[in-house]
Structures are given as structure tokens and as C-alpha cells.
């Protein structure tokens, strides 16, 4: 204990000499409210047109031009209308006589392990979180039954691996049962060298020392390239002897398994399949046309069979079991209505969503993490880490990606540049009592750098700027934050950070890189935190007041200063 204190000293010290940048360290979260009506701004559409012509430029080259595809963009802010879509159709969907010859936002593809947040979405309508940490077993429980002894290798931990640790790749079994097995000769094994092919495949004949009945019996592609599905039997008694490959919640790792068992688990809860729940819990609700949990029972004019024909393109395999990892077809605006309903909120609580909208664990590196279902991707934009929550998917002919923001995000650059270099901050000005004796105040504006910041805060006379907030330093900054306590879209609340701007550490520097968290509302008065603001807005976004929540006194704006009274 003495020699590790003693080595890291020795490498903290150095580590705390003078930078020469500072900067103003943001919270993680959104800087700024949600931008609305995004579609009618000249800068979305710049932007989407960059988009545009550099997907357009690269059309004329393989594999794009040989690809078809459908990009939608969605707000929550905005109407059910996607903001921004492109469709690509290839030349051989174009004269297939199966399915659809031109993609649209209607056209229906297979959404393969996007369908993983499908089932933790149905999981969390259904019955919330609250049982996530309960093992699976105890909804699976001929996990525990059909488990058998093991010699040779270390088997699963069914009554340790939690529903939690199904959702957030942490349950350390092994990715798949039969998929890429090459005991078993099938279509990865015609992929192999001659030996291997001649030697892997029926183990005891060639001197391998596994009985032939561990080899998988469905769950596989077979030589044809179709799918050998499981029954729901057989699968269940086949997982619960799934070779591990890490202790449970340990490290992610990827895997099919995961999902389909808690696509199982889900249907012995309720005593449903999860395509029926899936119709209950989400499609009726929303309304969606085209959205299915397995296979549809007919293709449409607007299936996109891929690759040149159905068993090709994998369209008709059926999954089974595995269904509830990558089961689901849908289109551009079906999930785009999902996504609307899973950021909003309108089929689970608030607190269910923000909780589904957090990192559970990083792989090796900062820059990526798992969450509930989710591959999490973290940029750099604007001094300010964004959190991407995004989920894609592989298959014969398939690579879909869906990619969701919530709470983890900034406003988009452009309409952030826009409010800053063109001064329609929504926000900004300065915001006075209705009664000019009270001499009570705030200024707000921005500056390029991140939050709405306040320049002056006036009560009674008293300058808290200079004085409450000002014992953190001279040079304090004072910025407000969105918190989302509010509903968004009638009252905007915001939360305060101050502190002096702080020098930017080395990047091996691990310790308190960025310690604004730790002072957040140190300051309260009559126990309500002094940077807590609740903005009030119209219709269009614009504010109109803001109330000092703690001084329980609402503030006007200029410019609405003569239609409002004090409250």
C-alpha cells in the first residue's frame, strides 16, 4: 500500500503544472433546450444538403450504387413528419419481381439486431425496470433445470446473471448457440479451407474428442444458406449449457443469446409471444403499419428483398427463439414513430427513460460503451462531449443503424451557430421585475462557448455575481444548463454552474479532469438552489419570463415586459 501511494505521487505531481488553455468545463448533458421547427431552418437544410451531395457523390462507386437504402431524420419537437429523408434504390431491387422496385420511407426492411431495443423497450412498457436485477432464471427457470454438470468447460451462471446483465452485454455467455458452430457441417464450414471443412465437422470420426450429441441441431445455416430455427424448447435447454465466456457482469460482450432470452423470459411473464406483445405494447399504441416482431405473413409491394431472391437475401428465415434479437422488420417512418415515442416518453414513465439512457459500462476505451441494448459512441464537438446512443445490426444483405439522443446531447451545431452568430437566442436579454422599485434583474446571452451565460443577477439591489458567486473566484462564469425538470415545451428549466475558467490538463491527467459536477448549487436560499431558473415560452420556443425560483419572483422580458404581470 506504502509503494502504490508513493507511485502515484509520483505521477500526480507532475501532472499539476500551469496550462497554457483554459476553458469553462461543461456538465454532461445538453447545453442548450431542443431546437424546434429544425426543418424550415436555412442551416438544417445546408447541412442536409452537405449530407446529401456527398451521398450522392459516392452512388457512382461500389458498394453504394449497388445498395439500396433509407436515411430518415426525426425531432421530437417537431410533427410526426420526418425531417429529412433519402432513399436509394439498387439496380437489381429496381427489376426484381419480388417486393418493392423503389424505396420510400414506407419500404420495409429487416432491422436484424435492432430489434434488440425493441425487446428491452417492450420489457420496460410492460413491467418497467424494477425486476432487473433479478437473476433470469427466475423467469427462465429451465435454465436451472436443464443445466448439466461440465468437465471441460465453465457453463453459464444462470442464478447470477441477472435481466440486467442480459440488457447490458454483461452476461459473459458465449454469443450465439449453433450460428458459427464448425462441428456442425453447414454453410460457415463450406467457407473453410479443404482440410479444415473435411476435418472439423463430425468430431468423433475424426478423431475429435466430443461426442457427436453436444454438436449443435439447429440454431445454424445449412449448406443452402437457410436457417435451421430452434423450437423454444430445444433452445432454452441448449443455452443453459452455452459454453462462457467471461463471469457475469465482468466485461461486454457481444451477444444473440442475450436478447433472446430475455425475448423468452418477457413471454413467460406475461404468457404471450413477443410478436403478440409487440402488436399490444407498441404497434396498436402507435399505430404503426408495417412494424413486426418475426416474419411478415406476406411480402408487400413494399418489401425490400435484397441480394436477389428471398433465400439469398434471408427474408424467410424465421428465427424462433431468437426473434427478440433479431427478429423485427420495419420502415424508415415506423421507427422514426418509435423513436419519437421512446424520446418522448409516451408509452413508458420519464424516469424509465432517462434510466434506459445511461452508460453501464466502457469497453476499453473512453470513446465507446454499452448500454440497455445500446452501442454508445462519444464525440467531441464545441468543447463538449456528446453521447450517441445508437443500435445496428448485420445480416445477409442487411446493415441497418439506428441512432437515438436523449439528454446527451447538444443543440445541433448549426442552429446553435445560428442562435449565436444571428442573435435569436430565445433566451437572451436582458429580463427585469414588473416593478422597476424592486430592482431585481438578470442579463442572459451567449458567447460561443457552451450554455446561456449570465452576466448579471441582481436582487434587490444586490449583485450576486459579485458577491454570493463571486467567492469561487473573481473571475467566475456563470452558465445555465438545461435540467429537464420542466415540461420543455411550455417551461424550460435550467440550472446553474459556476466556476472560474479552468485550465485544461494534460491528457494523462486522470483525476478530476473535469470537476464542475462538484459544485453544482452550493449556493441555495431558503433551501432551494440560487441557479435554478425556470424559463416560460410561447409557441415558437421564445421565452417570455423566467422565474428565479428560489426568490420565488418571476422576471420579464424586454420585450413582453407590457402584456405580462408579476407573479
Known amino acids: 500500500m506504502t509503494y502504490l501511494m508513493a507511485t502515484l505521487l509520483t505521477i500526480w505531481l ?90 420510400d420511407a414506407d419500404s420495409i426492411y429487416r432491422l436484424a439486431s435492432i430489434t434488440k431495443i425493441l425487446t428491452v423497450y417492450q420489457w420496460l412498457i410492460a413491467d418497467g425496470d424494477r425486476q432487473f436485477n433479478k437473476p433470469i432464471s427466475d423467469f427462465i427457470p429451465q435454465l436451472l433445470e436443464y443445466q448439466e454438470d461440465q468437465d471441460y468447460y465453465p457453463a453459464s451462471r444462470w442464478d447470477e446473471i441477472t435481466v440486467n446483465d442480459l440488457a447490458m452485454f454483461l452476461a459473459g455467455i458465449a454469443r450465439d448457440y449453433g450460428l458459427n458452430d464448425v462441428a456442425v457441417d453447414g454453410y460457415i464450414v463450406s467457407l473453410l479451407p479443404t482440410m479444415a471443412a473435411t476435418v472439423l465437422p463430425n468430431n468423433p470420426a475424426n478423431g475429435i474428442d466430443v461426442p457427436a450429441d453436444d454438436d449443435p441441431v439447429c440454431g445454424h445455416f445449412n449448406t443452402d444458406v437457410e436457417y435451421l430455427p430452434c423450437s423454444r424448447e430445444v433452445y432454452i435447454k441448449a443455452v443453459a449449457n452455452l459454453g462462457s465466456s467471461f463471469v457475469p457482469s465482468y466485461t461486454p460482450s457481444y451477444s444473440n443469446a442475450n436478447f433472446a432470452l430475455l425475448g423468452l423470459g418477457l413471454e413467460n411473464m406475461l404468457g404471450a409471444t413477443v410478436e403478440d406483445i409487440f402488436d399490444e405494447k407498441i404497434a396498436k399504441p402507435l399505430g404503426l403499419r408495417s412494424t413486426t416482431m418475426g416474419n411478415p405473413l406476406q411480402i408487400t409491394n413494399d418489401s425490400v428483398i435484397p441480394g436477389g431472391g428471398l433465400v439469398r437475401s434471408g427474408w424467410w428465415d424465421a428465427l424462433g427463439p431468437l426473434n427478440g434479437a433479431a427478429g423485427s422488420f420495419s420502415t424508415t417512418n415506423d421507427l422514426a414513430a418509435i423513436g419519437r415515442s421512446i424520446l418522448n416518453s409516451s408509452l413508458i414513465p420519464q424516469a424509465i427513460t432517462r434510466r434506459w ?125 438545461p435540467n429537464q425538470l420542466y415540461d420543455g415545451r411550455t417551461r424550460v428549466g435550467f440550472s446553474a454552474v459556476y466556476q472560474p475558467p479552468s485550465e485544461i490538463p494534460p491528457k494523462e491527467e486522470f483525476y478530476w479532469t473535469c470537476p464542475s459536477w462538484l459544485d453544482i448549487d452550493d449556493y441555495t436560499y431558503a433551501d432551494v438552489p440560487l441557479g435554478l431558473m425556470a424559463f416560460d415560452v410561447d409557441a415558437d420556443g421564445k421565452a417570455t419570463s423566467v422565474r428565479l425560483v428560489a426568490l420565488r419572483e418571476t422576471l420579464l422580458r424586454k420585450s413582453t415586459a407590457n402584456n405580462t404581470t408579476n407573479t
Open 357 to 481: 439512457f445511461s452508460t453501464t459500462s466502457f469497453v476499453d476505451t473512453i470513446e465507446q460503451a454499452v448500454g440497455r441494448g445500446w452501442e454508445i459512441f462519444r464525440v467531441h464537438a464545441n468543447g463538449h462531449s456528446v453521447d450517441l446512443f445508437t443500435k445496428s445490426g448485420t445480416g445477409a444483405f442487411i446493415t441497418p443503424f439506428l441512432s437515438c439522443c436523449r439528454y446527451r446531447q447538444h443543440a445541433p451545431p448549426g442552429a446553435r451557430q445560428h442562435r449565436q452568430t444571428a442573435g435569436e437566442c430565445e433566451f437572451c436579454g436582458p429580463i427585469h421585475s414588473a416593478d422597476e422599485k424592486a430592482n431585481t434583474s438578470i442579463t442572459v446571452t451567449t458567447d460561443g462557448s457552451l450554455g446561456l451565460r449570465v452576466t448579471e443577477y441582481i436582487v434587490s439591489g444586490v449583485d450576486l455575481l459579485g458577491s454570493v458567486f463571486a467567492l469561487f473566484g473573481s473571475d467566475v462564469e456563470f452558465r445555465l444548463v
Open 14 to 103: 507532475p501532472l499539476s503544472g500551469a496550462q497554457s488553455q483554459e476553458r469553462t468545463c461543461p456538465l454532461k448533458g445538453p447545453q442548450f433546450p431542443a431546437p424546434r421547427g429544425l426543418a424550415s431552418e436555412a442551416i438544417f437544410q445546408k447541412a442536409t444538403g452537405v449530407i446529401e451531395q456527398f451521398i450522392r457523390a459516392n452512388l457512382e462507386e461500389s458498394p453504394y450504387n449497388e445498395t439500396t437504402f433509407s436515411i430518415g431524420m426525426f425531432s421530437t419537437t417537431d410533427d410526426d413528419k420526418l425531417l429529412y429523408e433519402f432513399h436509394h434504390t439498387d439496380p437489381a431491387v429496381e427489376t426484381s419481381g419480388l417486393g418493392t422496385n423503389k424505396a
